[in-house]
């Protein structure tokens, strides 16, 4: 690997992950919203049951992030101490 590939891949994952901060930003306006029309008894529990489910699994997803921003760190502190040169890895 070579530091430019390391820099396009950070830069990447960077660019997803502002997509999915605005995704998610625009998903909880849309929840409070909701909040609000469960609070006034205007949709049920049925549909309250399946936004809880779905807010789980969304948070189960949310949590993962900080697992891939500490990979991406130790990367390229590990590519730092290598002083930049290219590495073969696997044997």
């Given amino acids: 690997m070579t530091i430019d590939f390391i820099i396009n891949?950070?830069?990447y994952l960077y660019t997803q992950a502002e997509k999915d901060a605005r995704?998610?930003?625009?998903e909880i306006n849309e929840l409070m919203g909701k909040l609000h029309k469960y609070e006034s008894k205007?949709?049920?529990l049925p549909e309250a049951v399946a936004e809880i489910k779905d807010c789980k699994l969304q948070i189960q997803i949310r949590?993962?992030?900080p697992i891939i921003?500490?990979?991406i760190i130790l990367l390229v502190n590990l590519l730092a101490l290598h002083?930049?040169?290219?590495?073969i890895c696997g044997d």
Avoid at 23 to 26: F, H, R, T, V
Avoid at 83 to 87: D, P, V
Wanted: glycine share 14%; hydrophobic share 35%.
């Fill in 63 to 65: 949590d993962r992030y």
């Fill in 69 to 71: 921003i500490f990979l």
């Fill in 83 to 87: 002083g930049g040169k290219q590495c």
């Fill in 23 to 26: 995704s998610k930003d625009k």
């Fill in 9 to 11: 891949l950070i830069s």
């Fill in 42 to 44: 205007i949709i049920g």
